[in-house]
């Protein structure tokens, strides 16, 4: 019975490939066979040894190199295939996300394409080359227009809603309170704007200021309530790999001599866990700044995001939540120049250019968040980007420019002016002051860090807790604590953007500020008690809102802080100038009283102390220093700031190094490495070099073999980030290729396996790999010796390989880097150091000094190091 039964199940499976063939494949004409097996050539110098190879071809069409728009990228990234190919470099496909992009291959690709391009002649030639050169600029100014008109939408959205809490314009519903009572001064009544007391015709001192409290939480519960929805429901599902094991391979001694490379047994596989990413919350810029540095986060600067984030914005802060809309103004920028990207092959097909660009929409963000140009081009130098060469600083002005211009065309607020707090101080500052503004400096960048650190903690226990399930029951829980801390307040109760306006602003005849403005000394210690208890309270919800499931910067609470500091400073020395007109130091103060004019302004002592709690906060600098002085139109006051943002640099560095970005990169578990930090090594190269599995190409390696590799790195955390090494010839290195590479060949061959009747699946594991390129003139007889027929391997037109003919699925040699790094096992960790910062490796090989391959450094596995070493420092 059993040959009976073969010879059925042959006749159907031959029935079925006659059928399948004529319907969906081209078969290939191959010659008749010589008499003696020969094998098949190769393109190097080196000869392959291993058996003749499976000639498998794709039997569809790939059409992940059409443009996709709103698709997720995958299959192959690079369309210059061949010249690639000869380059030595190999092909490559799209990262995975949370891995890292190649810097090196990237740099490659865009000489190969310059190249091609300047060999062009005529005048097509110079066509095309004029093209290419203006597709930056083109993408620059398009780019600044587009994120000036969301700035725009979001000031003028979030300033209506954000007076809804308190009422609305009669005459015009679309009206907010400036609006509505546009002309008419602050201390004057406004008919036309109803305050809800008023529209429920309550009266009474007590029932009004109850009935305005109710009004107020719950259209802030509403609005951040919806912002927590959006940003639940947007989430992204991110599948993350456990390591099953915490150490790799480790070899207890070394021989000086030829060094067998170890395979590595995985009992357990790699434990995968599915959570849920909330792309749209937070600030966003540890995210960019990771993204900018060589991370990929699919998704993160897509259009959902986009989208999510700009109307989750508007509500958040709409809410009366202690965030600001600035900071996301960077992570909404960054999406719009990676949207604008994928209309541009030369960027979207090169994710360091990309970057390039991404760097430049990010200065747009600050310059439209602070109306500060040249300010947002150094805080994209200085804070987020990490490649910033000359060409993308001319860009990124120019992109800052345009979108600064777009919008002070636009003017949202109705002032002429870019931001709502923005300033002009024309009186200068007496020498005595220098101390107070010293004394500012202090202060402000211990808050500063103060709430960087509480804030971490508490983000700490976010994570860990129950919170962390219910993100939009802490979010109105949130808003419920700042509604009753907030509402008693009349300062704490102003929304964050026109508490700071009124802590800049300087006192006249027809504006007090909000009540900031004391007419008589009498008034300046009731003024500083509401001051600090509005401070304190500001700090207290800084430190539980920031990193909760909203949208929401730091910027601006950071400017609250600062500003009510400085603010509190510059009472205190009012105060005292006016008590004492005649004790020295104040004796220079006269001529200014006696004019009828003021010797101390609290606003400019406001601004100072913004700047250094800000300092305090991000660690920022020169950036800030700048955005500053953008933001007052002033270089009156430079000195002043100057001086308090570096002594709060120097306060906040004391209490800890890091700003909260860096922290918070540092709590997500996102791998960045910082180029601009130095460190004292106490590991020597080898005792970091890992001994993970390679591939030895002299021997035949099967489908299932490297199936077992890729789980085994995956159980040791390298199923993103890692490679193999190829290895030929007594453990030289031949080539490497990357993890999610062959995943791809492997995945090819799976979908093809799929989709044809001609193999089984204990077939597809037994399937030769070849990691050099073989001959296109394969005979099938000269197969595998247990081969029945030559039908059992067939043939298909291959519409996936270089433009040079046909190539096999199993023929992975494309994907190689033929060129790996390496460096010697005696080199230093600094010049390891600079390989990894200045190059932007993802890895390096370590060979021993005749030659032989040793191990491997992945970039992970040095960020680990970095990080043992910052905690023991």
């Known amino acids: 019975m059993a040959p009976a039964n073969v010879t059925e199940c042959t006749s159907l499976l031959d029935r079925r490939r006659s059928s399948y063939a004529a319907n969906h494949y081209h078969t290939l004409n191959i010659p008749a066979p010589p008499s003696s097996l020969t094998l098949p050539e190769i393109d190097s110098p080196f000869h392959n040894t291993s058996a003749p190879p499976t000639f498998l071809t794709p039997s569809q069409i790939d059409d992940t190199s059409r443009f996709h ?21 190999g092909v490559r496909v799209w990262s995975d996300s949370y891995s890292s992009i190649d810097w090196i291959h990237d740099r490659i690709k865009e000489g190969v394409r310059l190249r091609k391009l300047r060999n062009k002649s005529g005048l097509r030639g110079q066509w095309l080359k004029a093209v290419d050169a203006s597709q930056a600029w083109i993408l620059v100014f398009s780019i600044g227009i587009a994120v000036a008109s969301i700035a725009w939408f979001i000031d003028v959205v979030q300033e209506w809603m954000s007076d809804l809490k308190q009422g609305y314009c009669s005459t015009q519903w679309r009206y907010n309170r400036q609006f509505c009572c546009w002309g008419i001064p602050e201390h004057e009544a406004c008919d036309a704007w109803k305050t809800w007391p008023e529209v429920f015709d309550v009266h009474g001192p007590s029932t009004t200021y109850y009935t305005a409290m109710a009004c107020y939480t719950i259209v802030g519960l509403v609005f951040s309530s919806l912002a927590a929805v959006l940003v639940k429901y947007s989430g992204e599902k991110v599948t993350i790999r456990v390591p099953s094991q915490t150490k790799p391979f480790a070899r207890s001694s070394l021989s000086n001599q030829t ?21 749209s919350a937070g600030s966003g810029i540890p995210e960019v700044k990771v993204i900018l540095g060589g991370f990929v986060i699919k998704g993160f600067l897509g259009i959902k995001t986009l989208v999510v984030k700009a109307i989750g914005n508007i509500l958040s802060t709409s809410a009366g939540l202690t965030c600001g809309k600035e900071g996301p103004f960077v992570h909404l920028a960054c999406s719009v120049g990676n949207i604008f990207c994928r209309f541009f092959p030369k960027f979207n097909k090169n994710e360091s250019k990309r970057r390039e660009i991404l760097s430049a929409s990010a200065a747009a963000g600050v310059a439209v968040a602070f109306g500060a ?53 024309d ?10 503004f010293l004394i500012c400096g202090i202060f402000a960048g211990f808050f500063g860090a103060f709430v960087t650190y509480y804030n971490i903690r508490f983000q700490h226990f976010r994570k860990s807790s129950a919170l962390a399930k219910h993100p939009i029951l802490e979010v109105m829980g949130i808003m419920l604590i700042t509604a009753i801390s907030c509402f008693w307040n009349p300062f704490s109760r102003m929304s964050l953007s026109e508490f700071v306006s009124n802590l800049f602003s300087e006192c006249s005849d027809l504006n007090d500020n909000g009540g900031l403005c004391a007419n008589s000394t009498s008034e300046i210690p009731q003024l500083l008690v509401l001051l600090m208890m509005a401070l304190v309270i500001k700090m207290a919800l800084t430190v539980i809102t920031f990193g909760c499931a909203v949208p929401g910067g730091i910027f601006l609470p950071a400017l609250t802080i600062g500003a009510a500091t400085g603010r509190i400073i510059g009472l205190i020395m ?38 250094a709690c800000l300092a305090g906060v991000t660690r920022t600098t020169v950036s800030l220093v700048v955005i500053m002085f953008e933001l007052t139109y002033s270089l009156t006051y430079s000195v002043p700031i100057m001086i308090s943002v570096m002594v709060a640099k120097w306060v906040a560095d004391a209490v800890f190094v890091e700003g909260i970005y860096d922290l918070l990169i540092d709590m997500k578990g996102l791998p960045y490495l ?80 799929e989709a044809s009747p001609f193999m089984e699946e204990q077939q597809l594991d037994d399937v030769v790999c070849y990691f050099r390129r073989v001959s296109h003139g394969i005979h099938l007889s000269s197969l595998m010796d247990d081969v029945a027929s030559p039908q059992s391997f067939p043939t298909f037109t291959s519409h996936d390989g270089p433009a040079t003919g046909i190539t096999p699925l199993n023929d992975f040699s494309q994907y190689v880097d033929k060129a790996p790094l390496t460096i010697n096992q005696n080199a230093s960790m600094e010049l390891l150091m600079e390989m990894f910062v200045k190059l932007g490796c993802r890895y390096v090989c370590v060979t021993h000094s005749n030659g032989h391959y040793v191990g491997i450094i992945h970039k992970r596995r040095l960020l680990a190091y970095l990080k043992n070493l910052e905690e023991h420092d």
């Open 373 to 425: 140009p040249i300010g947002g081009v150094l805080f994209s130098l200085e804070e987020v980007s990490y490649y910033f060469p000359i060409k993308t600083m001319i860009r990124s002005y120019c992109c800052a420019v345009v979108a600064a211009c777009v919008l002070k065309i636009c003017d949202p607020f109705g002032t002429g002016k870019i931001v709502l707090y923005q300033v002009v101080y």
């Open 674 to 753: 910082e180029a601009r930090k130095e460190y004292v090594h106490n590991m020597t190269l080898l005792e970091l070099t890992e001994y993970l599995d390679t591939i030895d190409i002299d021997q035949p390696i099967q489908v299932g073999d490297l199936k077992q590799k890729l789980k085994a790195n995956a159980a040791m955390g390298y199923g993103e980030d890692a490679g193999f090494p190829l290895l030929s010839d007594g453990n030289l290195l031949r080539g490497y290729i990357a993890t999610h590479e062959l995943t791809h060949c492997i995945d090819q061959l799976t979908r093809n396996y």
């Open 574 to 611: 009012q105060y005292l100038t006016l008590t004492y007109p005649h004790a020295w130091p104040f004796n220079v103060c006269a001529d200014d009283l006696a004019s009828g004019g003021e010797c101390v302004i609290p606003g400019v002592y406001a601004m100072v102390g913004a700047a």
């Open 69 to 89: 728009l709103f698709n997720k990228r995958n299959g192959f990234y690079d369309e210059d295939r061949q010249d690639l190919i000869d380059e030595n470099t």
């Open 427 to 436: 009186k200068e500052y007496h020498l005595f002051e220098l101390f107070p």
């Open 259 to 279: 060094i067998s490379t170890p395979t590595t047994h995985v009992d357990k596989e790699a434990k995968e866990e599915t959570k849920i990413a909330y792309y």
